[in-house]
């Protein structure tokens, strides 16, 4: 393992992203949500997914230079990606939700045809360090089932919220409804891991399997079984149907690499200030958030607390980068005419 700069690291992911046709602008705001989830320590959904997103934009499966379009109609805005990167369209969506969130107690985007958008709850920190709520949710191709499923039945549709706590750090909530996030099965194929947990995946036979190849053959588990297949079509309704989602539109070319390249979801920012009051809504949430911690004993967190620690350890040390991760960014920065040679120094 290595370890990376991380302001060396964006400016190389965002070399490689224009290389690959990306507008200046929007290749730099893709790479800064890439190598952010990376400081926050999700590297299943950081700076690993920067190899396929350019295999994705090299054969034309995701669009380099979209038109992204956003209206506002119906008391709710409408933005489409033109098949754009997920982190450069959602960005785009959302900067202007919070503009309109200042005089509005509630703003809801529905986003349609859009790239992967990897870690929802890294792109929902700009509204919680403006003092907003906000909440995101994203329809996936169908990689979920239960046991004994022929297919994949429904997309394990991730959700996520992030909500601004007076003097710490965000609360962020990021899940997909699988028991696992099916980064999870790629990082352990490419970290050569013969076995995953049993409960993770299911086979292309329907049945529980401990294979990673298998697994990405098959379908993901849902988190408490019926429970999670619920929440799941809870998203399907809001950024599938809502989006008038016809499941033979999504586009599941490399599906065994996961990352779909023309995904929806739905958006939603809310000012507490207009809502309650600013003063009032800290008052609330930093009562139950302390009774929370109080209550979970002396080495509790809430959800991140540990994403932010880690963030600002990695941005002094750097952004470790397992073996198997450093010989496909090479190899990607060799294809982008842009050698990956950002190695601070080795971890023994």
């Known amino acids: ?44 959904h950081g700076i690993s997914r920067l190899p396929l997103y350019a295999e994705k934009l090299k054969s034309g ?10 209206e506002s109609r119906d008391g709710m805005m409408h933005c489409h990606g033109d098949g754009g990167l997920g982190q450069a369209v959602l960005p785009f969506a959302l900067e202007r ?3 309109a969130a200042r005089t509005t107690a509630l703003v809801a985007c529905r986003v349609e045809s859009t790239g992967h958008l990897g870690a929802l709850g890294t792109l929902l920190l700009p509204a919680a360090e403006q003092r907003l709520l906000a909440i995101l949710c994203q329809r996936t191709p169908p990689i979920m089932a239960l046991p004994g499923s022929n297919a994949p039945a429904i997309g394990n549709n991730p959700i996520a919220f992030a909500c601004p706590v007076k003097g710490r750090a965000p609360l962020v909530f990021d899940m997909a409804h699988s028991v696992v996030a099916r980064g999870h099965v790629m990082q352990a194929l490419r970290e050569g891991r013969d076995a995953i947990p049993g409960d993770w995946a299911l086979g292309p036979d329907g049945m529980p399997t401990s ?22 079509m809870l998203v399907e309704c809001l950024a599938g149907s ?27 920012v809310i000012n507490p200030a207009l809502v309650i009051g600013e003063h009032a809504f800290n008052e609330s ?23 932010a620690t880690c963030e600002a350890l990695r941005r002094k040390e750097g ?3 397992p073996d198997g991760l450093l010989a496909e960014l090479q190899a990607t920065g060799r294809l982008a005419r842009h050698p990956f040679d950002l190695v601070k120094f080795e971890v023994v």
Not at 61 to 70: G, H, K, M, T
């Open 1 to 44: 393992m290595v370890l990376c700069d991380h302001a060396e690291l964006l400016t190389w992911t965002t070399h490689v992203l224009v290389h690959e046709g990306v507008a200046e602008k929007a290749a730099r705001t893709a790479a800064h949500v890439l190598v952010r989830t990376s400081l926050r320590g999700i590297d299943t």
């Open 61 to 70: 499966e995701v669009n380099a230079r979209p038109s992204i379009r956003l």
């Open 97 to 99: 939700m919070l503009l």
């Open 211 to 232: 294979d990673p190849a298998s697994a990405l053959r098959g379908a993901m588990q849902p988190v408490a079984g019926h429970k999670g297949m619920g929440l799941a």
């Open 242 to 268: 809502l989006n008038g989602v016809i499941l033979p539109e999504a586009r599941t070319e490399n599906h065994s690499k996961g990352s779909a390249s023309n995904v929806s979801a739905f958006l939603v």
């Open 285 to 307: 949430l930093n009562a139950w958030l302390q009774n929370y911690l109080e209550a979970s004993g002396p080495d509790s967190r809430y959800p991140g607390q540990r994403q």
């Open 319 to 321: 952004i470790p980068v």
